[in-house]
């Protein structure tokens, strides 16, 4: 993977998160406020510390003016400025911490919301893995922003300012000395991300690269297994691990030289400076206590800026995370339907088709179609099958159907009623689906068939015998409340086919498509399948997707495709009888090879 790591792509994706952060902060810019506050606060109390201890130093312990009283209170005042500054600093920290942590929160339901509404199209180029570490690290880098540039960054710089105020009005020409301090630090932190920002971006991307490896390996190990991959796939993964840990050593580089060892040196140089400068000076032409509050406010110059600098990677890693976050959050969804379309029953004009496809053309890619000129219609209550050979069709045509692709030329119609016109909710309630591999969560049977929806047990169990499926689920330990599984374990192939029926049954859809949700289950189990969709003949129109002809054996109407063309069409007895038609090859076909 290859990320842009210019001095433009930077900035932007400094906006970017610049952005997402005032955004995800909104709500809770009052906590914010009060925080900033407390930290102003808690700087200029610490600030103050240092010019009583000079007060204590000149007019006390040097003229040998022991006035205990007036020492006393000093020294209380210094302890107590330092205990309210730690107070102040405790429940600043706090209430950025919890800010920062419902920032998070609130970030993650936003991408993972805005993740179940992308269209499907994205999901053809996506990698789950480095999906889920967007969700998840990349969120998490939205708490150090705010812990790094409010807590770290912000703090130093209100911390450099005071103590650069009380200099300048305890001696200024010293304050000029430790002022020339600032010039150097800056050179550092600019030489720093120049050579840190590639290696950091580089580390940031293969990280999600690592993740996406180890979810498809883990997802695919009975294919890796079967296929002696397992030495291949771990060269992969080491090659991308490696050049992770070359990224992050090139950081790591960049850290050990510019951060901390370049600053305490500076330190040192000023240190040795600003005392030289003191000794040239008569004595009575300085006190001796401003010696002392500079040589404290140097370490409060000196380590305001090595936390600025030493933050610095981890800034430019949640930078670039959180930009990360703001581009995945600005791919385009699935499109949201107006208020003025229909998201409500409709009932079909007179005469209208269930389905109406007219003139349907359509490709992926531009210049590639995959459907031709399609035109179909499927009455209401209709039990249609679709058939072809691999490459016919017969998957895209379906996708459309559902909405997953918007068709570019041509028409679909649902109810006499324009696909692309029909709200969100509606169409999901009117149209159910039963996939090829079934989709099961790691819950109960309940669970399963509900789908969150709040379904009545009743409505479920009546879902669950319609599919067939109630006498097994009755079976089970705890009924219709036992666990199933990670992905359905504990059932058969054939059983968790008929869960997804089930499922999609609960939903009373008017319109049921099937994708060749045959393919993988034994004969008794399709069996049951082909009884359950006879059973819902004139009043749920079923559109099956088949490999196994046998499926659909009893449709009303077959339609055959070819090449993204409708070759035939008919029952399977008026297909059987065209001699050498495409159907009648392939039911020979499938008959000889059962």
């Known amino acids: 993977m290859h990320s842009d790591t210019s001095p433009k792509a930077m900035r932007a994706q400094a906006v970017q998160a610049i952005g997402l952060l005032r955004r995800a902060a909104h709500p809770d810019r009052r906590h914010l406020g009060w925080a900033i506050f407390w930290l102003i606060l808690a700087a200029g109390l610490e600030v103050i510390g240092p010019i009583m201890g000079k007060a204590l130093i000149d007019e006390h312990l040097l003229p040998r003016h022991l006035d205990w009283p007036r020492m006393a209170t000093l020294l209380g005042a210094m302890l107590v400025t330092g205990w309210i500054a730690s107070g102040l600093r405790y429940l600043q920290l706090v209430r950025l911490s919890g800010l920062a942590m419902r920032s998070v929160q609130r970030l993650r339901e936003w991408v993972f919301s805005h993740v179940l509404r992308l269209p499907m199209a994205f999901f053809d180029r996506a990698v789950t893995g480095q999906l889920i570490s967007r969700v998840t690290n990349d969120t998490e880098a ?138 040239q000076r008569e004595m009575n032409a300085i006190e001796v206590g401003v010696l002392y509050a500079f040589i404290s406010y140097i370490a409060r110059v000196v380590e305001p800026l090595i936390q600025i600098t030493m933050q610095f990677s981890g800034l430019q890693q949640a930078v670039v995370a959180t930009a990360r976050v703001a581009a995945l959050l600005d791919e385009a969804g699935a499109p949201e339907h107006d208020k003025d379309k229909t998201d409500h029953a409709h009932a079909a004009p007179p005469g209208a088709p269930a389905v109406r496809i007219a003139h349907l053309t359509f490709g992926y890619a531009p210049g590639q179609d995959v459907l031709h000129d399609l035109s179909l219609d499927v009455p209401q209550g209709a039990f249609f099958g679709i058939v072809g050979h691999t490459g016919s069709g017969k998957s895209t045509l379906l996708s459309l159907l559902l909405r997953y692709y918007p068709s570019r030329h041509g028409c679909i119609e649902i109810n006499g009623q324009p696909l692309d016109q029909i709200g969100n909710a509606h169409f999901r309630s009117a149209v159910g689906l039963v996939p090829q591999d079934p989709f099961l969560l790691a819950a109960s049977a309940r669970e399963n068939i509900d789908m969150g929806r709040g379904l009545p047990l009743a409505a479920i169990e ?19 409340d036992s666990p199933l599984g990670e992905g359905g374990s504990r059932l058969s192939t054939g059983q968790k086919q008929l869960i997804a029926i089930a499922r999609a049954l609960a939903g009373e859809p008017r319109i049921l498509l099937l994708d060749e949700a045959t393919s993988h289950i034994d004969s008794q189990t399709e069996q049951i399948v082909q009884l359950a969709m006879n059973e819902l003949r004139g009043r749920v129109t079923v559109i099956a997707i088949a490999h196994r002809l046998s499926t659909i054996r009893d449709a009303d109407r077959i339609v055959v495709l070819n090449h993204g063309r409708i070759a035939e069409a008919g029952s399977h007895d008026e297909l059987m009888q065209v001699d050498g038609g495409l159907y009648q090859r392939l039911y020979l076909l499938q008959q000889l090879a059962a």
């Open 142 to 279: 939205v708490k150090s922003l705010y812990i790094q540039v409010l807590f770290a960054i912000l703090d130093s710089l209100i911390v450099l300012v005071g103590t650069m105020a009380a200099m300048a009005w305890l001696d200024w020409r010293l304050m000029l000395i430790v002022l020339a301090l600032v010039p150097a630090v800056v050179a550092i932190v600019f030489l720093y991300q120049r050579l840190s920002a590639p290696a950091v971006t580089r580390a940031r991307a293969l990280r999600s690269d690592i993740n996406g490896q180890i979810a498809e390996s883990i997802g695919g190990m009975s294919v890796l297994q079967a296929n002696n991959a397992e030495a291949r796939f771990g060269e992969r993964f080491g090659a991308t691990n490696h050049a992770h840990y070359k990224a992050r050593l090139a950081e790591l580089r960049a850290n050990a030289f510019l951060l901390r060892p370049a600053l305490d040196f500076l330190n040192v140089v000023l240190l040795a400076v600003v005392i030289f400068s003191f000794g």
């Open 462 to 480: 009546a879902a669950a015998r319609a599919a067939h499926a109630h006498d097994f689920i009755m079976a089970l330990e705890d009924g219709y």
